[in-house]
């Protein structure tokens, strides 16, 4: 069965560069959340969309910006990259009501140099 | 809010051996969801099983168990004769029942080894 795109998988950026990190959920999936993993520490949500709109908010940097796509697609944008946003990024995918299932994609390895 | 708890930052055991896992879990609303995911070295997040808060069963699943008791607000995860290949860091999280996107708070982890 299909499950979550996340690409890239590694991403190696400079501080102060920007950095796009995509998601492609499950088909026919029409929500999408992005949760952010420090070293060491337990994922902590950010943002999630249901059909395009912003349905969520965490503690998400307002250097972070996302979307969904009309495809339901999501794009998670970084910009002035710090070191501390160093992390391993997980998106995450479900079907509006169906709340009990959330489907994890391998995450995207982010480093700051 | 909602809040998750788990005790145990770091646990070893030698192989063979039992363990359990603690998670406490804070939340307002009746309806709502307590997960189980298992992160190895490799990093992704794999699940291991979903509650609902009116299933109180709980569940067996090859060495692996599950107690939920919604008197105390626990979850416990239990492995029985361990072995290397657990080794990871295992999450417990909760979901509330929103009826909209509703995100998953995780509990800290906690740390598996097992050696031989």
């Known amino acids: 069965a299909a499950g979550v795109i996340q690409s890239p998988r590694h991403l190696i950026k400079e501080k102060r560069e920007t950095a796009t990190l995509k998601c492609y959920p499950i088909?026919?999936?029409?929500?999408v959340y992005w949760y952010q993993q420090g070293p060491g520490q337990d994922p902590q949500f950010l943002i999630s969309f249901y059909e395009k709109m912003q349905s969520d908010k965490g503690s998400i940097p307002d250097r972070f910006s996302a979307q969904q796509f009309s495809d339901y697609h999501s794009e998670l944008n970084m910009s002035s990259l710090e070191l501390g946003d160093s992390a391993l990024y997980f998106c995450a995918s479900s079907l509006r009501d169906r709340v009990d299932e959330q489907f994890f994609g391998p995450g995207t390895r982010l480093t700051v140099l | 809010a909602q809040k998750v708890t788990q005790v145990q930052t770091e646990i070893s055991v030698v192989e063979k051996e039992d363990v359990t896992l603690d998670c406490v879990y804070e939340?307002?609303?009746?309806?709502?969801?307590l997960f189980w995911y298992k992160q190895p070295p490799s990093g992704e997040l794999v699940f291991l099983i979903r509650?609902?808060?009116?299933?109180?069963q709980n569940e067996i699943s090859g060495r692996y168990s599950w107690n939920f008791q919604k008197s105390t607000s626990s979850f416990n995860f239990t492995i029985t004769a361990s072995q290397v290949v657990d080794s990871a860091v295992y999450f417990c999280a909760l979901r509330i029942n929103t009826g909209t996107a509703s995100k998953l708070t995780f509990g800290t982890g906690t740390r598996l080894q097992v050696t031989l």
């Open positions: 088909p026919r999936h029409d929500t």
């Open positions: 509650r609902n808060s009116f299933d109180e």
């Open positions: 939340t307002r609303d009746t309806t709502y969801y």
